[in-house]
């Protein structure tokens, strides 16, 4: 019997749509313009499959990229791709660019189903849009995740409405066109570019229409590695930051600052004198500074250096880092089950403050005159920075226009808006547009912070098998108010997580669980409310559990009298971490001999629905560890990395690669040198000379990446994919290469191998010797 068939016309929306179908509308325009909805028919495929059998942790059934997806979801048909009459696309992301490559992302999915070279897609930010309420968040690793398919279905919308444009003018089927480059082809010869179709494939009104994404095997564009598109701008200098942007009449600015974290001004006592020095044009209180505009930034850091301000002290002024453990570990939970009553490795490990500070430092421009504002900046939740500038200078929201710029870095710093507040706060106060600048030593001692935090592990066994494995996670609060928190309380309810945990409770738990079969598994996190500068840093928790897990599972294996690696063969869970490990042993070469003091470490990870594998090699010879660079922390080296991950689909394999990369020099960096030391409620360090990133002569000879055959049809999230498990990986290699475990990170913070900028002023004189060092 034949089967009934139900064609859907092409406003109809389908029944239930396959996972290559899609809704989109086509927006009332000039010129076509095309958006797409999405919901449960998007996300409900990634739900079922993320399922497995084994007394699943929250984080494995539904992840905080989840939690994101589901929140830019009802929103996501606000953002529309268009088609110039130039026969160009043009899409304004709602997320920021920082680095991470996510722009040519965007074009490339713009490109692909639109049959579009990737020279002819602009990709741009958005300025901040309330409308999208929780669909304009950069973090969590998540856009990749909650774009692919928005854009995707916006773009085959579009193409599919140029074809039918173009059989309209030629009176010929639809079915007998074909796209290419940017041109619609007819069998008999005849084309046309999308821009001659543009008007005439636009709408006077809004229409609803179906659509079917181009299937994997079809791709050409998505799946093979590309050059970011915007690399020629950032190698020739001509790549626009904040600072570079030319608005009238907005004169450098920057900020003297307090001696302690959080501290205020109570008086300016030389304000007229400092006026009075040439260039200097304002002197103005702000909330946690005084900050001064001039004819250039080497005359504000003259004028930040002759102020004489009398400070209140910030919340934390008499807080180290002796006084900040002996607090953490005074909250830690307790641990349930009885270390006596079997086997059991026990461990507690200590990770200092770091800093995420990234190349460039804050900034951004305000225009804060006549009953509105104007704000540049680099904002990865610009939204939230909208809603409390208005509130800070007095302004409704819809009186604030705030333009999200281009980023040198992030790594969670630009989560917060701290710089944004200031130059509208200053420009308020002064009457006057600014483009204010933080110095290198405001963002380390100013800037956020990693907390630190003491994590405490309790894994017992017997008969050869794990039985429970304890983590009790206690750390200085981390400051979640720019977005993820909001993101929480709406969808609370709906999250597979027990009882009223707070915003960092929650974020832990929906991003942290062990990937072992270790029987009854706990991982607990406690805060403590000191009030220091704190925020998410890239990889937020997973880099201190995540080590602390792997070295005590290297411990176990040890105790058993296995290798690590086939010890965590055999209690693994999960089959893309077993197929990520495999692959990181056989081409890291697992076990080849090493000579004494040099050892490998390996160690896995699975987050944003991800795997990844990191195989380390660690030279700790005294050769090796003592040698002498000058106002350097050299110390151990890393000779040799191995990253192998399984990123589900991707979407650029020359950008995940570049990501991976990155993030194993984070995770070397965080497990041998990058703290920051606490003295007096403040940071000693204040360049990049006294805080420790992964040096050249400490990132490894031999990196080699490893991209998996694709998995899925979507994206994992991996931007922040590799920093736990390369931080793990080290830190494994160092304990086998030196036969002790390391229980305090970074290795070489015990040694303060500087000498601190003084506190005040705030900001140093520039150096000049540079050039005696340069040859």
Known sequence: ???????????????????????????????????????????????????????PLPEEIFDLGDLQNLAAAPTAGLVAVGIGEDGRATFAVPRCEVGQGMTTAVAMMIAEELDLPLSQVDVTLADA??????????????????????VRTASAVARSRLMAAAAAKWGVSASDLSTSGGVVRHRSGKTAGYGELAKAAA?????????????????????????????LAAVTGRKEYTLDLKVP?????????????????????????????????????????????????????????????????????????????KKLKAAQLPLAVPGALTKSVDAEFTFAFASNSPLETGSAIADVRDGRAEIWSCLKVPIVAQGDIAKAIGLPVNAVTVHVTQGGGSFGRHLFHDAALEAAEASKNMGKPVKLMWSRTDDFRAGRTHPMCVTRVRATHTLGNVVSFEQRHTSVQTEFSHGLGEMITNFAAKLPVAGNLSFAETIFELTQSSPYNFGVTTQLLNEIPLQFSTGSMRNIYSPNVVTAEELVVDQLAKEMGKDPLTFRREFLRDAKLRAVLDKAAEAGNWGRELPDGVAQGIALHSEYRGAVAVLAEIDCRPETVNRKIREAVTGPRVTKATVVVDPGFAINPRGLEAQMIGGLNDGIAMCLTSSL????????????????YTREWNTPLETKVVILPNSSDTPCGAGELAVAPAFAAVACAYARATGSMPTSFPINHGTLSFEPLPLEPSTPASPTDGLDYAY
């Open 249 to 325: 009449g907005a004169l450098p600015t920057m900020v003297a600052r307090p001696p302690t974290i959080g501290g205020t001004p109570r008086s300016v006592d030389n304000a007229a004198e400092v006026l009075a020095m040439p260039g200097v044009t304002d002197v103005a209180a702000i909330s946690h500074g005084v900050a001064v505009r001039a004819e250039t930034f080497s005359l504000c850091i003259d004028a930040i250096r002759a102020l004489k301000v009398t400070w209140a002290p910030g919340p934390v002024a008499g807080e180290s880092d002796e006084t900040v453990l």
């Open 203 to 231: 709408s006077a009104k809004t229409l609803s229409v179906t659509t079917e994404l181009k299937k994997r095997a079809d791709f050409k564009v998505l799946g093979t590695p590309q050059n970011r598109i915007d690399a």
């Open 129 to 150: 849009r309330p409308e999208l309420l929780m669909n304009q968040l950069t973090g969590g690793s998540n856009s990749m995740r909650s774009i692919y398919l928005p």
């Open 677 to 692: 030391h606490m003295k007096d409620g403040i940071p000693l360090e204040g360049s990049w000379d006294n805080y420790f």
């Open 1 to 55: 019997m034949a089967q009934p068939h139900h064609a859907s016309r092409p406003d109809e929306a389908p029944r239930s749509m396959d996972r290559r179908r899609f809704l989109g509308f086509v927006l009332a325009a000039p010129t076509l313009a095309v958006a797409a909805q999405l919901g449960d028919a998007v996300f409900a495929p990634q739900e079922a499959s993320a399922a497995i059998p084994t007394l």
